[in-house]
């Protein structure tokens, strides 16, 4: 059967929509957000990648950066969290590389992308934090990133052919575009609706959840 002859047409414009949202995207990087409304909060909200049990009560919504130091210093706290909170917490996790500081950021948010389309979206996003020293120095990320899909077990052939996918590179293009109304910087945390303005450490995270939790579930 012959190939078509407009599938090489839309990847072509699959891949210039890809690179004018990446453009928008640089444009945005140094700016300040305006100071978010409960209106941009809601928004920033919904079909991030979740931790946890899905009905929990209490949805802790967190923007990222693989290469962010602060990120890497979050997550055994929201690990924890995890963890105190069996069944009461669940994260929702969306992509927020910052590219101009973080050159590496972009690459790695494709990775846990990547690791995702063979289910292993977390294995990949603790592996990254886990391993944030050796990677953020390198010259070529991918490289590495490609030995930790195969400690993870992926296939490599087909996770390097979705970490250079145009439809990876939307995903994350998407959880961009979503928190860009309410990101100044990163981590940023959302807990039940309420934007964190600070970054209260585990001690102030434990006693924001204990006070939206019903005594009779604490």
């Known amino acids: 059967m012959p190939k078509s002859k407009t599938a090489p047409l839309l990847l072509i414009i699959a891949a210039v929509a890809?690179?004018?949202?990446?453009?928008?995207?640089?444009?945005r990087q140094g700016t300040t957000a305006a100071d978010p409304d409960a209106k941009n909060v809601a928004s920033a909200q919904g079909n991030g990648?979740?931790?946890g049990a899905?009905?929990?009560?209490?949805t802790l919504v967190e923007y990222g950066d693989y290469q962010c130091p602060t990120?890497?210093?979050?997550?055994?706290?929201v690990t924890e969290l995890l963890s105190r909170y069996t069944g009461k917490l669940k994260l929702e996790y969306h992509h927020f590389p910052l590219i101009q500081i973080h050159p590496n950021a972009m690459m790695a948010s494709w990775a846990a992308e990547a690791a995702a389309d063979q289910g292993k979206f977390w294995e990949m996003h603790d592996l990254l934090y886990a391993r944030q020293s050796e990677w953020t120095p390198s010259q070529n990320s991918e490289a590495?990133?490609?030995?930790?899909?195969?400690q993870l077990g992926l296939d490599s052939n087909a996770f390097q052919q979705s970490i250079r996918s145009p439809v990876t590179h939307e995903r994350v293009l998407a959880d961009v575009r979503k928190g860009s109304a309410i990101v100044q910087g990163t981590p940023t945390f959302v807990l039940n609706g309420e934007l964190i303005r600070d970054l209260p450490g585990l001690q102030g995270l434990v006693d924001r959840i204990d006070r939206l939790l019903p005594a009779s579930t604490k």
Not at 18 to 27: F, H, K, R, V, W
């Open 54 to 58: 899905a009905d929990a009560p209490i």
């Open 49 to 51: 990648r979740i931790r």
């Open 18 to 27: 890809i690179a004018g949202g990446i453009a928008l995207y640089l444009s």
């Open 71 to 77: 990120c890497g210093l979050y997550h055994p706290i």
């Open 144 to 150: 590495l990133f490609v030995q930790y899909a195969i």
